[in-house]
């Protein structure tokens, strides 16, 4: 059974930083583009960064570039999301994906459930 587990999510001060980190016992762990997604109370989710096998390529939305580094570690089945200069609109549940495809473009086969990260201003 595979699962995504999240952590490191929680309350912090605008400007702060928090780091999510997902641990996966995906067995296919280093042959899945890594992602993490974000819902807003209200809203749909939206992708917020993805990186591929390799580690070599990543991508960030528009809104996150800049402030957030996406990460992984193949050893430890592990991907991170560095976030930095948080604002209150980044204020979400987070979750981690895995995906055989790229996933900006292709929805996950899995995912996490969920770590609230809050942004007060």
């Known amino acids: 059974q595979v699962q995504l587990v999240e952590s490191g999510g929680g309350l912090v001060q605008a400007g702060g930083s928090l780091r999510l980190s997902c641990a996966a016992s995906l067995r296919t762990f280093s042959t899945n583009h890594m992602a993490w997604f974000r819902q807003a109370p209200g809203k749909e989710r939206q992708f917020v960064s993805s990186i591929s096998v390799s580690g070599g390529t990543t991508y960030y939305a528009d809104s996150v570039k800049g402030r957030f580094t996406i990460s992984r570690d193949n050893v430890q089945k592990t991907v991170y999301l560095q976030m930095n200069s948080l604002k209150p609109e980044d204020t979400a549940v987070y979750y981690c994906?895995?995906?055989?495809?790229?996933?900006?473009?292709?929805?996950?086969?899995?995912w996490g459930q969920g770590i609230q990260v809050t942004v007060s201003s």
């Open positions: 994906a895995a995906a055989v495809l790229n996933p900006m473009t292709n929805t996950p086969r899995y």
